[in-house]
């Protein structure tokens, strides 16, 4: 009765939703256990598979064997072309647009079409969508979220703009300033709301060398401009993020970058019935899941961001653990020592201090991950005064070691906590720069004292190189002149993009010079496909209407084509500060398909052996 | 009772349309001691989730009456209630394309003209003519009734149960009524998830769970619920104003005010329980049957889809009044798919026979549970 008419489905064994590290690496250990990738669909919205990877142009944190020190979208080409030659099938362009009681649909956009599928197993990775934040005419054409940017600049080669103001200095918000700086453009400053700088130290001295102030404690309040953003308005938040009024401070920019934060998409898996749980340290609402990366719904296993922010390698690490999990059900074969060889590396990799808050996060639901057992201090010798010789400035404890294995002469020690803070042993450093090229943080310096001046040798990845003998201006590490100084020579790194150029600079100046010359010369919407501003939440909230579902149907938040990706957890935020009851409190409110718009079209394409005369 | 946490003289049942619109009513009447008890959100059951559509065009003379005397009482609205709920007379248009239920159509009309409603017959022809964006292939006959529409429900409740609140009602929200207490076969409380409240009436307005809620008084009902799906589209600007309909051709269809197109339709495969989840199963056969007739949503796109239930009784009507078994009972379920539309007629029938033991406006009595003991049951026509 409940299958009529003749059947469309496809059936997979295992469904993997979202291409991107997660999903990729799941979708590899399925395939390569059970030994026929065919069985195996992965379904992505992207152009290209590898989800974020391919617009990341930066290298990698980690140890090499979840690739780090390899360029993002390296990363993703390496993994697809692995699934691939395993046989692994991509639908690209296609969106799940609905886990439905009767079928798993998807809505091929390239095509326009629609198909249904049913799998055995389900890993859902989908990864996490960005944050939003409500300020004065945030409709303005000019406001970008932080992918978006990405994409257009690092995927599509178009700049958004010519002069950027970035919010947030998280990692996201550090790197795009990073690479919008390559790119050739403007970044007049990161305002972060909070006291410190969340992301990497190490990605902030990037940006902060090249002459980009962090502005902590402070917050955008307006974009400016009629037409499009010509400018933006920024003030000093006090302790509970709210503006200061008399701190206002103004910015000529074309461009506002948001990159505040990421919070997990849960729409799918909510729909399979797994059961969903805000937990802040996660980013938000997340699936329940147990170690092996099941939720409460039988046979679907999550991976990476969607089971909280994280990063890549960890994420590469949930999927193969999901991966093999569902790879021994299918086949019923023992993977268990894969699945904990796994497990020691995801430990190993949570061992941090910058993992406190996934730690926390997964303490919630009875996940436990040990801390500690690290190296926090940072060496004090810079080594011997007249050898060439690495400086190491990584201040703080994160899971990388590329700078150890990279070191032909066995000086860089981390040891086996990856966390720990590198040391230099200068009696085996013969300051070859390997480290220099290597180290995703750009984090490692050459340093010489000679006779007359000193010789700074610092890691460049910027256009064009320069040439030998030019007269350069100075920086230090927070983007000041200090001096004049000449290009002693160029490493050019042809494979890795990383060069290594030896500055000339005034004797005493080796541990203060950083960088050279480039100079680096209305209403607050809440809902903007339906244009839903901050103070219509408020009013509906005041008249006394405080849950989600209510305040969706009478103002219509979340009833356009973004489905409450953006403003759901705005309006959210909203009803907390107003009721005082925490988020972890509320109601969700309901995750209805299609989480896209579907055509008509596509579905009624999608009958087929049923003709209609039309 | 050590835990008595409030007294009143009505305590309602269900945050949907009848609920509130009920303590509306019983509020203008000058009964103000009452309280709603929802166990979710207002309007989170079968109201919220409903197509809006609101019709006078029904096969019976009592069923005409009550439906009029409704669209009264909504064209009032925004005045007496004080709420804009974007209620559209844009008309209600019934396609029919089966030649036993084009006969019956005429005769409907006969019985609403007596009653006074304005219905046009339109032929196919007619039909083109007026909405060229309707492909009129099959169509046998249609009628048309202007004063028919829709609004938004949500909006409604949300009127009623805030014009209820200014004027003394109190409503509770999640507070979920765990059982009703009976002494010498008459309601003296109800206990909930927020304690105990005396009172004297207690009024069933649960809608799906109508029948669990009965037995929580050990009161029957002949009710089940099934479930009935609507998706939404992407807003095109406004241009069909009335309702479309079909009960042989198994479709409703109207553009809401923000320019979406809401439709539904039945399943008689259906089974009776309470069922949120939806089916694209569902997505596939409205969509290819409706754009067959209405060509131009095949650009549009589906934007949500969810699920309701109809709280089904033997005959599809209301059933309405007070139990005989159980004094101070009263019930007002079993709408079967059209409780939105008559919601505020029959809450104004049901607040009269609570305060004054009898009706005023417009007679309900026909609509006792009793009608089921009777061997004929005189089964509504026009339904979905």
């Known amino acids: 009765m409940v299958n009529e008419g003749p059947t469309e489905k496809k059936h997979v064994k295992a469904l993997v939703i979202g291409a991107g590290p997660a999903g990729l690496c799941g979708a590899i250990a399925i395939a390569e256990s059970i030994g026929d990738g065919k069985q195996i669909l992965v379904v992505d919205e992207g152009i290209v598979p590898g989800g974020q990877l391919p617009k990341q142009t930066h290298k990698f944190f980690g140890h090499e064997g979840f690739y780090a020190s390899v360029r993002g979208f390296e990363i993703g080409e390496k993994l697809v072309s692995k699934a691939t030659d395993l046989g692994v099938q991509f639908s690209m362009q296609t969106t799940v647009a609905g886990i439905y009681e009767d079928s798993i649909v998807t809505y091929d956009r390239n095509n326009n079409s629609v198909d249904e599928y049913t799998a055995d197993y389900l890993l859902i990775a989908t990864g996490a969508s960005e944050r939003f934040l409500v300020f004065r005419n945030n409709t303005l054409p000019g406001v970008y979220g932080a992918g978006a940017v990405q994409t257009l600049m690092n995927q599509y080669k178009v700049m958004p703009g010519e002069s950027f103001l970035i919010v947030g200095a998280g990692n996201i918000g550090l790197i795009v300033a990073y690479q919008l700086l390559q790119a050739g453009a403007n970044v007049k400053a990161i305002v972060e709301a909070s006291s410190k700088i969340g992301g990497y130290m190490v990605h902030a001295n990037k940006i902060m060398r090249l002459g980009v102030p962090i502005m902590l404690n402070h917050t955008i309040v307006s974009a400016l401009g009629e037409e499009r953003v010509q400018g933006a308005i920024v003030a000093r938040v006090d302790e509970h993020f709210k503006p200061i009024p008399g701190t206002e401070k103004e910015f000529v920019v074309d461009t506002i970058c948001l990159a505040v934060g990421l919070q997990p998409s849960v729409e799918l898996v909510a729909q399979t019935g797994a059961e969903i749980k805000y937990i802040s340290e996660l980013g938000g609402y997340v699936p329940i899941r147990d170690e092996n990366m099941k939720t409460t719904a039988d046979n679907v296993y999550i991976a990476g961001d969607l089971s909280g922010i994280e990063e890549a390698s960890t994420a590469m690490i949930e999927g193969y653990i999901a991966g093999y999990n569902i790879a021994q059900k299918i086949t019923g074969q023992d993977l268990s020592e894969k699945i904990s060889t796994m497990k020691d590396e995801l430990i190993e990799f949570r061992k941090g201090p910058f993992a406190s808050k996934v730690r926390e996060g997964l303490k919630k639901m009875n996940i436990l991950f040990p801390s500690g057992g690290y190296r926090e201090r940072t060496q004090q010798s810079t080594g011997p005064n007249g050898k060439l010789r690495a400086v190491i400035e990584c201040p703080q404890a994160i899971p990388c070691n590329p700078c150890e294995t990279s070191c032909p002469t066995g000086a860089i020690n981390v040891g086996k906590n990856i966390n720990s803070i590198p040391y230099v042993d200068y009696d085996k450093c013969i300051g070859c720069g390997v480290c220099v090229m290597k180290c995703p943080g750009l984090a490692i310096f050459l340093l010489q004292e000679k006779e007359d001046y000193s010789i700074v040798g610092i890691p460049y990845e910027f256009l064009p190189i320069p040439e030998n003998g030019t007269i350069v201006k100075l920086f230090d590490k927070d983007g000041r002149y200090v001096a004049d100084g000449q290009i002693d020579k160029v490493s050019v790194n042809r494979k890795e993009k990383t060069h290594l150029v030896f500055l000339r600079v005034p004797k005493g100046m080796e541990n203060i010079v950083r960088h050279f010359d480039l100079a680096i010369n209305s209403e607050e919407y809440v809902c903007r496909c339906e244009e839903v501003s901050r103070q219509d939440v408020e009013k509906v909230i005041d008249s006394g209407i405080t849950d989600y579902e209510e305040i969706r149907r009478i103002l219509r938040i979340g009833m356009g084509p973004c489905g409450g990706k953006t403003c759901r957890n705005v309006v959210l935020q909203i009803i907390a500060e107003k009721t005082k009851i925490p988020i972890s409190e509320s109601k969700l409110g309901a995750f209805r398909p299609p989480v896209i718009p579907l055509p008509i079209d596509a579905i009624v394409k999608s009958r087929k052996g049923v003709d209609k005369d039309e | ?384």
């Open chain 2, 1 to 384: 009772m050590s835990d008595v946490n409030g007294t009143y003289d009505v305590c309602i049942i269900g945050g949907g349309i009848t609920g509130t619109a009920l303590a509306y009513s019983l509020c203008k009447l000058g009964e103000t001691s009452v309280a709603v008890f929802e166990k979710s959100y207002l309007s989170s059951g079968s109201t919220g989730r409903c197509g809006g559509g609101i019709r006078q065009q029904w096969s019976t003379k009592n069923n005409v009456r009550l439906a009029m005397r409704s669209v009264k009482l909504f064209e009032n609205f925004e005045e007496d209630v004080g709420m804009d709920i974007e209620y559209y007379q844009g008309g209600y248009l019934m396609l029919s394309y089966d030649e036993e239920e084009a006969e019956q159509f005429e005769k409907n009309v006969e019985i609403q003209r007596e009653e006074g409603l304005d219905v046009e017959i339109l032929t196919p022809k007619q039909v083109s003519e007026r909405y060229p964006y309707i492909n009129t292939q099959d169509l046998i006959v249609a009628t048309f009734c202007q004063t028919d529409g829709h609004a938004n429900p949500h909006k409604a409740v949300i009127g009623y149960a805030q014009a209820a609140k200014r004027m003394g009602a109190d409503i509770y929200t999640h507070t979920e009524v765990l059982g009703v207490d009976v002494e010498n076969g008459k309601v003296v409380g109800i206990q909930t998830t927020r304690g105990y409240f005396k009172c004297n009436v207690v009024v069933n307005a649960s809608g799906p769970w109508s029948r669990q809620v009965a037995e929580l008084a050990g009161v029957e009902l002949p009710t089940e619920s099934y479930r009935h799906q609507i998706f939404v589209t992407e807003p095109l600007e406004n241009f069909f104003p009335m309702m479309a309909i079909s009960f042989a051709g198994n479709f409703y269809m109207r553009q809401a005010h923000h320019g979406q197109f809401i439709m539904g339709q039945g399943d008689k495969d259906e089974k009776p329980g309470i069922n949120y989840n939806v089916t694209f199963k569902f997505e596939k056969e409205l969509a290819e049957k409706m754009v067959g007739i209405f060509p131009f949503l095949k650009n549009l796109r589906i934007m949500r889809h969810w699920s309701g239930m109809y709280n089904m009784s033997p005959d599809a009507q209301p059933i309405i009044g007070q139990s005989d078994k159980v004094k101070g009972y009263f019930y007002a379920v079993g709408y079967s798919g059209h409780g939105f539309m008559v919601a505020p007629a029959v809450s104004e029938a049901l607040s009269e026979l609570i305060v004054f033991g009898k009706t005023l406006h417009t007679d309900v009595s026909y609509l006792n549970v009793d009608r089921f003991s009777n061997e004929d049951v005189e089964k509504e026509k026009n339904v979905v």
